[in-house]
């Protein structure tokens, strides 16, 4: 019998895990909540047109399909194989498959906005927490299920959300103690560069392989280009953009002088000047490789990377001013930013930053000493849960030796013992697990102990 498994670049979460991600959840939902958001949930599959030619190639071949069912009928069984072989061909079949596991969460609520905007207050801001799926290969910080928290403003083209979006990871990477550097850039400053390279049809192949930059090097990046057909001339100008370095006025000045004569980078350049200036954060950057290569961003777009830790961006997002006009409901601006809750996790663990209580669960665990003792400690037990302690009794009258060891493993910081004396005497003894300091007080002054809630 094999030995039982998960799907590669899948995870079990243990309640010490749980605990983690939950506090990680919880910070960022608080920031959500002080800055307007609602909450919003979506299906976890969604039929596969909404998905398909939404991310770019790149993307479409990460969706994970879902075969339809009833393939096992034998009258669908041939057709089922021809459709199949159009699907290794990286075509589509709704023959075989109709559906897919969501990809992220911003195509599915834009989905949601074109099926309710009559409905909808506009500006609608939302948030969502939710798991997505890419058929992705595993590695340290990218997993093929991993969950995402957004938060999306659509219905307004103003700028105060550009900003806000800026403050909302700076403030909570703040409150998570993460080090962090927010990058910024705008799209219409690369539409502006291929606009100057004669190569607006290109505009996807350019942003696709200038995001490459951090993993491949210019050079790569160049042969990149010139695969996909774009002359010496054009890399060339493409080259001197990538060079440009300084401070972020430095930066802004700098490519003015490349595409500022272009209407659309002209707009693009006033946009980063407003969204850095307006949310004066000493940790946004302006990043010119910054391109996020996903089709639907048509604005600012933002990256956050955590400092002194070897990982990917923890969050990235942007503006998106047509996004519902994929389903056929246009002039709907947007803008959003999501969080990499898995990579911020696993950064938070390599530099220690979760809090020390973070880890209790249980706060008092009472010792099972007998039968009679036990039924005390149970009503005691009870009234301290309905004090908001959280509070077990040990399953089995057992050595003392075994109860400690069980407190120990579930870092129980505090054990209440009953024996017969203190059965007799109404009393009960409660030893702090961490200093071994112990003392003896009344069974009813227990419940109300207010160093036990602390």
Known sequence: MPKPSIPQGTRDFGAETVRKRNYIFSTIREVFELYG????????????????GKYGEEGDKLIFKILNNGLDNPSKRQ?????????????????????????DLTIPFARYVAMNHNQLTLPFKRYQMQPVWRADR????????????????VGSHSLLSDTEFAIIYAEVFKRLKIDVEI??????????????????????????????????????????????????????????????????????????????????????IEELRY??????????????????????????IFEAKAKNVAIGSIGGGGRYNDLTGLFGVP?????????????????????????KNIYIGTKVLFFNLGEQESKIA??????????????????????????????????IPFAVIIGSKELE??????????????????????????????
Not at 243 to 252: F, M, P, R, T, Y
Request: charged share 30%; with cysteine; hydrophobic share 35%.
């Open 331 to 355: 002039n709907i601006p947007g803008i959003g930013i999501s969080f990499g809750v898995d990579r911020i996790y696993d950064v938070m663990e390599e530099l220690k930053l979760f809090p």
């Open 183 to 268: 990058k910024i850039n705008n799209r219409k400053i690369l539409t502006a560069l291929a606009e100057i390279c004669g190569s607006i049809n290109k505009l996807t192949e350019i942003t696709v392989a200038i995001d490459k930059l951090d993993k491949m090097g210019i050079n790569k990046v160049k042969e990149e280009l010139s695969e996909k057909g774009m002359t010496n001339e054009q890399i060339g100008i493409i080259e001197t953009y990538l060079a440009i370095e300084g401070s972020n006025v430095e930066k802004l000045n700098k490519v003015a002088g490349l595409v500022g004569n272009n209407e659309t980078g002209r707009k693009g």
């Open 425 to 454: 005497e109404k009393l009960c003894i409660v030893k702090d697990l961490k200093t071994g300091e112990q003392i003896s007080i009344m069974q009813d002054e227990l419940i109300n102990a207010q160093w036990l809630k602390g």
């Open 79 to 103: 057709k089922a194989n021809e459709d199949f072989e159009k699907v290794l061909e990286g075509k589509n079949s709704t023959g075989i498959t109709e559906r897919a596991l969501r990809y």
């Open 138 to 153: 595993p590695q340290k910080g990218r997993y093929r299920e991993f969950y995402q928290c957004d938060a999306d403003v």
């Open 378 to 411: 149970f009503l005691l037990m009870q009234g301290l849960r309905a004090n908001g302690v959280a509070s077990e009794l040990y399953h089995e009258h057992a050595k003392f030796d075994k109860q400690f060891k069980y407190a120990d493993k579930k870092n």
């Open 275 to 300: 969204a850095l200036f307006a949310s004066g954060l000493s940790s946004l950057t302006v990043d010119l490789a910054l391109a996020r290569g996903l089709n639907y961003y048509t604005g600012t």
């Open 37 to 52: 958001f609602q909450p919003l949930e979506t299906p976890a599959m969604e039929n596969l047109e909404t998905l398909m």
